[in-house]
């Protein structure tokens, strides 16, 4: 690249090189600037410049590590390739002799024992040179020379005036300390010249770039290296090329105020490429560190290392310099570009810094530090990290101090740097008590990442428990892991333990205890502590409330009150660790309360709150629960989508015995949609020892049956169906929202003709607590329908429809819609088995249950024939009525409706008397049956329709029944 800001420098310098070589006079200038500014470059470009006047160049550059080296740098100018034979021999004789004379010496250029007489063999020689045409001598970092070589330098510079030569040398304004008296020496010449090489503008970078001075990137790049021309051309080097636009990453949190507007990260706007920080820039930063003083470097190892922007006296101690020597290095990084108020203008120099350090040098730095800033006050975040990258926790207050660390962090949902802080704090600690009670936040940290990692804790904190080492507040914590992972016997052992030690906690905190344990393995029912009641629940807390209301959903069925009692759970507390448990507790008495949709509406929100909260096991519990909720509402891609989350963002070995909730669920769902091979893929997934003595057992047991029923094999369903029964009871949780398992069994019976069979299970279904429930009432009224003779089967399904309508459950609805169609026919009454089918064949298609609309057209081709006015229209009247309201739905779900045609369901428009005969028509009733049903004419009835048909802009009955859809169903049976 060529120079940039330089030329008016390089311009001078050329000039006095003709000077010289025209007048005969030796002269000297010295190149001064920070590291990287471009001193070298100007050397080289004089150089470049030396043949235009005949001058022959000799050069020579100091560096740190050979200042000890004597003559090194005067070695380097006279032994070169291109000087005469005779002379080198000369020179090289002197520099011998000079060699065992002089021994390593640092005290500076008059403290170096350097003979007079080889000085003078030295600038005789150069003076020859000198003689034969104009001599160009070049000496880059003149202040790491060493001092035998700059006694030589400056013994010529004395003695040239006359010679043909001029003397260049480059120094760093922040290393003159190296070779104080030099430069003094070079102050009292008067034809010595001084350069100063300053830092580039703003418009200097964007000419070095190529791009506009105005532009941001210009701006920027200036911004990240203070103008420093080697820090610009490595980040150009890393980069390729300059972004057309790009814009900075705010700046970290933790960054003070005053200190975030500056540009940490080169972020390119959207459709740009990134700027990557890589091997060029990290390389030319530890060059200028390695180029300039000890001290700079050492401050940029202390201000990395702390990780923010830091007082001169804060650094100073940290690397054991006091605050004028640390405040002078920190005006010297700011000078050379690399620091801007106190901290790295860019993080890749911050890093670059850090990955120089050996490790054990690292480790020493962080453990000052964090004694530094923990007697300075910092927050116990800062000090951890100082202490976690030290890697040990010796002093008295790392202890707390990591677990006060740990605490902010869980409550800001950083489970990375709460395990960190708490792995630490345990290895570091000698207080089996304190030990035992880190391990227990640390088990709950990583559960909250992956319930696998967590298990491991779990010998450790046994002993802790048994030997009195962790109190028995922590006994519920305990008891929720061991029943994960299958641990029944040993969260018995626990249970038991806990109830025979006095303790401080009160009976109803036990009781609750023992309340939860029965959610998960409910156990023999004369063993089983009564479910809490109001006045229990009332002093439980907010961790143990939900449990409380989710056994009495179990025990007694659900209803208005356990209902407000879950809401009330839901509403009022908070997610957290010591809280999530209830909070689905109550999440799943609502859905086994017959109250889905409010379970859906906070499922929804706590799945939110866990995204944010960064906590994958809780997100994929709580997707469990929306996946059985959804199903619950006949949407079973919905429940398909939740529960293959459930078991993606958790491993199925993660998820121990609750595995069963979302299989069950998931199995159930592809059952539903006919995709029985995938089904069975799910069944035969590995599950622990201890599965089927869980609640979840029972609804994978339940899943298999449904499986079992709908491959053609109902004695296999019904062993299924029956086991489930046998624990439910076994239990005391016979209830029919959990699992329904007599009204399955009831179908499978009928499968097999046993039909009253059959009927005394549903008999006993409805009977049981909970089966008054809006779903649980409209499932158990289309089983008993099943199982009830033809002509007591349409009036079951009409209340079957009602119950299912409010409960929301459309693919339940579909399949009762469908019985009552089936119903209908068998009774000869063809418009209203066709008005049912079209009804549920459209919800069957919402549902995506392939196997119910193939059903319903199996059904009305083989009743086509027996209808009159059926035919074969009537055979894919419910495929087109499909289609349409397919189409229509996607229609409206776009905004687009035909042109004077209300939405669909909308009957504003029409009067009372108009909408009842639209709903009794589009349920297949004929004209003489409306009119019959409203106590009205034949052609009252007619002209009503008429006024529908224009009202809605719809060509005649078909259309009525798309358009007016289930909305009207409900009236219509009401009137039948």
């Not at 006079?25 to 471009?38: E, F, L, N, W």
């Not at 116990?380 to 030290?390: D, P, S």
Request: with cysteine; glycine share 10%.
């Amino acid at each position: 690249m060529a120079l940039v800001e330089r030329d008016r420098s390089l311009a001078f310098l050329t000039e006095m090189l003709a000077t010289v070589a025209v007048g005969g006079r030796g002269a000297m200038a010295v190149i001064g600037g920070t590291v990287g500014s471009g001193k070298t470059e100007l050397l080289h470009a004089v150089a470049d410049r030396a043949g235009e006047h005949g001058a022959r160049v000799l050069s020579a550059a100091g560096i740190r590590a050979e200042r000890a080296v004597p003559l090194g740098v005067l070695a380097q100018l006279l032994l070169g390739p291109d000087l005469p034979a005779a002379g080198a021999e000369r020179v090289a004789r002197l520099l011998d002799e000079a060699a065992a004379q002089v021994g390593p010496v640092t005290g500076g250029p008059d403290a170096a024992a350097m003979p007079t007489r080889i000085m003078h063999g030295v600038c005789g020689f150069l003076g020859e040179l000198a003689c034969q045409g104009p001599l160009l001598i070049l000496v880059d970092d003149v202040h790491w020379s060493d001092d035998a070589s700059l006694q030589c330098l400056l013994y010529l510079a004395r003695r040239l005036r006359a010679a043909r030569v001029l003397l260049v040398f480059a120094e760093s304004e922040h290393a003159l300390r190296a070779n104080p008296l030099f430069r003094t020496e070079l102050l009292r010449e008067s034809r010595c010249a001084w350069v100063h090489t300053a830092p580039l503008s703003v418009a200097g970078v964007a000419r070095l770039v190529g791009t506009d001075p105005g532009s941001r990137a210009a701006a920027e790049l200036h911004g990240w290296t203070g103008g420093n021309p080697l820090l610009v051309r490595a980040l150009l080097a890393d980069r390729g090329e300059l972004p057309a636009r790009t814009r900075p990453v705010p700046g970290r949190a933790d960054r003070p105020t005053g200190h975030q507007d500056r540009p940490r990260e080169h972020e390119c706007a959207p459709g740009a490429d990134r700027v990557v920080v890589r091997g060029a820039f990290g390389q030319a930063v530890l060059s200028c560190l390695h180029r300039g003083e000890p001290l700079m470097g050492a401050v940029a190892r202390a201000a990395a290392v702390l990780d923010r922007p830091a007082s001169a006296v804060l650094l100073g101690r940290l690397i054991g310099a006091d605050r004028q020597a640390a405040a002078r290095a920190l005006r010297e990084l700011e000078d050379t570009g690399l620091f801007h108020e106190g901290w790295f203008r860019h993080p890749g120099a911050a890093r670059a810094v850090l990955e120089d350090l050996g490790p054990e040098e690292r480790a020493d730095l962080h453990r000052r530090a964090a004694e530094l800033v923990y007697h300075e006050g910092a927050t116990a975040t800062e000090v951890a990290r100082q202490l976690l990258a030290a890697g040990r926790a010796e002093p008295d207050w790392a202890v707390p101090t990591l677990c006060e660390a740990a605490e902010a962090a869980r409550l800001d949902s950083d489970l990375d740097l709460t395990i960190r802080c708490l792995e630490l704090a345990g290895k570091a600690c000698g207080d089996e008590a304190v030990r035992a009670r880190i391990a227990m936040a640390l088990a709950e940290a990583e559960w909250r990442l992956n319930p696998t990692a967590g298990a491991r804790h779990l010998p450790r904190l046994l002993s802790a428990l048994e030997n009195g080492h962790l109190p028995t507040r922590y006994a519920r914590t305990l008891i929720r892991k061991l029943l994960w992972h299958g641990r029944l016997g040993a969260a018995a052992e626990v249970l038991f333990l806990v109830d025979g030690r006095p303790g401080p906690e009160p009976l109803a905190r036990r009781q609750a205890t023992r309340l939860w344990m029965r959610t998960v393995h409910p156990g023999p029912a004369d063993q089983a502590p009564a479910a809490a009641g109001p006045a229990d629940r009332a002093v439980l807390g907010p961790a143990d409330q939900g449990a409380a209301v989710l056994m009495t959903v179990l025990s007694r069925g659900g209803d208005d009150h356990t209902a407000a009692d879950a809401d009330r759970v839901l509403r009022e507390t908070d997610l957290d660790e010591a809280t999530f448990d209830s909070l689905e507790a109550a999440l799943l008495a609502l859905v086994y309360g017959d109250r889905v949709l409010s379970a859906a509406r906070f499922g929804a929100r706590l799945a939110d709150l866990a995204a944010v909260r960064r906590s994958p096991s809780w997100q994929a519990r709580l997707a469990a629960v929306q996946a059985e909720a959804a199903l619950r509402q006949g949407d079973t891609l919905g429940a398909e989508r939740h529960a293959r989350f459930a078991l993606t963002r958790l491993a199925p070995r993660a998820w121990g015995v609750a595995v069963g909730a979302p299989l069950a669920t998931l199995v159930l769902a592809l059952v539903a949609t006919g995709r029985l091979e995938e089904a069975a893929e799910q069944l035969n997934q590995p599950a622990p020892d201890a599965f089927f003595e869980t609640r979840f057992g029972l609804l994978f047991q339940y899943a298999r049956g449904q499986y079992q029923l709908a491959c053609g094999r109902p004695s296999a369903a019904l062993e299924d169906f029956r086991a489930c029964g046998r624990q439910m009871r076994a239990w005391d949780i016979d209830l029919p929202a959990l699992v329904p398992w007599r009204g399955a069994a009831a179908l499978a019976h009928l499968r097999l003709n046993g039909q009253q069979v059959a009927r005394k299970l549903m008999a006993d279904q409805l009977a049981r607590p909970g089966a008054g429930g809006a779903r649980t009432h409209g499932v158990s009224m289309r089983q008993l329908a099943a199982a009830s003779g033809v002509r007591d089967r349409p009036d079951l399904l009409r209340k079957a429809v009602k119950s299912l309508q409010a409960a929301g459950d459309r693919l339940e609805l579909a399949h009762a819609l469908a019985e009552l169609s089936r119903a209908h026919q068998a009774l000869g009454e063809a418009s209203r088995a066709r008005a049912m089918g079209h009804h549920a064949l459209e919800l069957a298609a919402e549902c995506h249950a392939e196997p119910l609309a193939r059903t319903l057209l199996r059904w009305h081709t083989d009743a086509a024939p027996e209808q009159g006015g059926g035919g074969p229209r009537a055979a894919v009247a419910p495929a087109e009525s499909a289609a349409r309201a397919e189409s229509a739905a996607t229609a409206e779900a776009a905004g687009v409706v035909r042109p004077g045609r209300p939405a669909s369901g909308d009957t504003s428009v029409l009067s009372e008397a108009e909408r009842r005969v639209a709903e009794l028509a589009s349920m297949g009733y004929m004209n003489r049956e409306v009119a019959k049903s409203l106590h009205v004419t034949v052609s009252t009835v007619e002209q009503h329709l008429t006024r529908v048909y224009r009202k809605l802009n719809i060509s005649g009955r078909n259309d009525l029944s798309t358009y007016l859809g289930l909305r009207s169903t409900d009236s219509a049976l009401a009137g039948t």
